[in-house]
């Protein structure tokens, strides 16, 4: 497994904290002002970074594309797909200023592009990572041209087999990309929590000796929360402000409060996981002087006497001789006389030859 890898100034990989990403996607609605309120709440939640989508809606899809079902019943399905993507597309301008805005609310400014001149237009902010979503993992020439950024790249792999990832990996190389973080992702909007496939990221860590983290589209916390227990080092979730605006997206989403939860929960799992050391925890140590046992006299030994073991037995508090020791006093003698339910020490005791 690769060390950390530099996302700005913070270290993002194994034995790091788990760097989360909080997606807004395109729920700003193709409005400004709601895209800085989706900043404001991501950095009030304790995001690391906010990320939306750059493209340019005729590089992207033709106009008789049609919608996906999950579009369909989010949006209605009455206008093509390019006629709803067209109203969520931002302008260069506009990410420049939200880029800035994102700077002002001390959180990083992520996105993800979806054609050439998108990149071009990210490129321009100099990001300090660049994001491949699911759907271009067989993009080669989008591939490829992200990886002449030289950026740090998360891959998505949602919809993908092992070869695609393999191929999407070599293109983004091919590129000259440096650092790649895969990330384990079901698309589907929301996901059914049995579709999750979580131990993926085991799966993907092991074929591609890579950093793994997990794109989430399920419904609620659970998910992302297990998939950090099983080792993800980056968490992706959709967000919004309101589960009822209009959109394709919100009602896959989390609000900000729950945003807060799941960030919340993650940091307090990375405290549960610890180093991995299996050792007495400090709050043990006195607990062990309780609850443990040690070697004690169960009748009044007199002095002078070999002790046998029907003399002994195990009872707390574990501040005496160990019971392991057990073999070893049993056939020693009694340098005084030792008083029933007292610990045996080892100046009560003569070893003879």
């Not at 993907?204 to 659970?222: E, I, N, Q």
Request: charged share 25%; hydrophobic share 40%.
């Amino acid at each position: 497994m690769t060390g950390s890898i530099l996302i700005g100034n913070r270290p993002v990989g194994e034995g790091k904290p788990c760097y989360i990403i909080a997606e807004a996607g395109v729920n700003h609605n193709g409005d400004v002002t709601l895209a800085k309120q989706l900043i404001k709440a991501a950095a009030a939640a304790g995001a690391d970074a906010v990320k939306f989508q750059t493209f340019v809606t005729g590089s992207v899809v033709t106009k008789d594309a049609e919608k996906a079902d999950y579009q369909k019943e989010t949006t209605g399905g009455e206008e093509s797909q390019y006629d709803m993507i067209r109203k969520l597309e931002l302008t260069p301008g506009n990410f420049r200023t939200l880029h800035r805005y994102a700077a002002r609310r001390h959180i990083t400014f992520l996105s993800t592009p979806a054609d050439l001149s998108s990149l071009e237009v990210l490129v321009g902010l100099d990001l300090p990572a660049m994001k491949v979503s699911s759907g271009e993992v067989t993009n080669a020439p989008l591939l490829k041209a992200i990886g002449k950024t030289g950026k740090p790249v998360f891959l998505s792999t949602g919809m993908s087999t092992l070869g695609e990832i393999e191929g999407a990996i070599r293109f983004l190389r091919e590129g000259g990309a440096g650092a790649i973080i895969l990330l384990h992702c079901v698309t589907s909007y929301p996901a059914a929590l049995g579709e999750a496939n979580l131990l993926a990221i085991r799966t993907l860590r092991c074929a591609f000796k890579l950093p793994v983290g997990y794109s989430d589209h399920t419904a609620g916390l659970l998910a992302p929360l297990a998939a950090r227990v099983l080792g993800a080092c980056v968490i992706e979730k959709h967000f919004t402000l309101n589960h009822d605006l209009p959109g394709p997206d919100h009602r896959a989403s989390l609000e900000p409060a729950e945003l807060a939860d799941m960030i919340r929960g993650i940091r307090d799992i990375e405290g549960a996981l610890g180093d991995g050391i299996k050792r007495p925890s400090p709050q043990e140590e006195s607990i062990r002087r309780v609850a443990r046992r040690s070697i004690v006299a169960c009748a009044d030994i007199p002095a002078g006497v070999r002790i046998k073991e029907g003399m002994l037995s195990l009872k707390r508090p574990g501040s005496g001789l160990d019971p392991a020791f057990l073999p070893w006093i049993v056939g020693a003698y009694s340098r005084k006389r030792i008083k029933k339910d007292t610990l045996i020490s080892l100046s009560d005791l003569d070893f003879r030859g």
